[in-house]
Nanobody, 121 residues
Framework: QVELVESGGGLVQPGGSLTLSCVAA????????IGWHRQAPGNQQRELVA????????DYLDSVRGRFTISRHNRNNTALLHMNYLLPEDTAVYYC??????????????WGQGTQVAVSS
């Protein structure tokens, strides 16, 4: 069984910082892409916040570029999302996603369980 396990998140004041962590667990050979989507209150769709590919190249939603930084640590199949200068509009449930190659062969797209980020004074 393979899965993504998320941690981090919580309540922070505007201008504050949080770090999200995502660990890909199970019989994984490699991680292709990994990153986060988010779903804001009242929105039915998720938007891509940040993604980092197998070459280490990041991509960001325009509204978070310069404030958020994504990194990956291949040795322990982990990705981190450092979120600085948080704004109330960053409030959402953040979902880790990844495309992985399995030890047994084949690829699978995974989603984490989601973690709440609330930015409020």
């Amino acid at each position: 069984q393979v899965e993504l396990v998320e941690s981090g998140g919580g309540l922070v004041q505007p201008g504050g910082s949080l770090t999200l962590s995502c660990v890909a667990a199970g019989n994984i050979f490699s991680i292709n892409n990994i990153g986060w989507h988010r779903q804001a209150p009242g929105n039915q769709q998720r938007e891509l916040v940040a993604n980092i590919d197998s070459g280490g190249f990041p991509d960001y939603l325009d509204s978070v570029r310069g404030r958020f930084t994504i990194s990956r640590h291949n040795r322990n199949n982990t990705a981190l999302l450092h979120m600085n200068y948080l704004l109330p509009e960053d409030t959402a449930v953040y979902y880790c996603h990844a495309e992985v190659t399995l030890m047994a062969g084949g690829r699978r797209r995974l989603w984490g369980q989601g973690t709440q980020v609330a930015v409020s004074s």
